[in-house]
C-alpha cells in the first residue's frame, strides 16, 4: 500500500496527537503542508493500510485560531461552546476543498 497515512487525535487533554505514514504518505503530508502555508487549502488524498482512501485537509487559520473547537474524542473533554468554530464553519467540504470565508 503506498500513501499510508494515520492520524492518532487526542482523547484528552494533553493526550499525544500521532501522525504515522509510509515515505509517500509523509511526503503528500508535507506538499499540503506547503500549500497551506502559501495560503490556500492543503490537499492529499491518502489511505489507511486497510485500503480506505480519503482526502487529507490542512489549512492555516490565524484570526480564528482562538475560537475554534476543540478536537478531543472522549466525551469528558468534548467542545461546550456552542460558539467554537469547527472545520465545517471553514472550509467548504461539498466543492473542492475551499475557503467559506474569513480564517
Known sequence: MKSVVHIYGQQNWHDAAVILG???GL???RAAVDAALA???GHAEVFVN???GYPLLVGMVEKTA???????TDECAQELDVCAINPED???????????GER
Open 22 to 24: 509510509d515515505r509517500e
Open 27 to 29: 511526503e503528500k503530508l
Open 39 to 41: 495560503g490556500d487549502i
Open 50 to 52: 486497510d485500503g480506505e
Open 66 to 72: 482562538d475560537s475554534l473547537a476543540v478536537p478531543y
Open 90 to 100: 471553514l472550509i467548504d467540504f461539498k466543492d473542492g476543498f475551499r475557503w467559506k
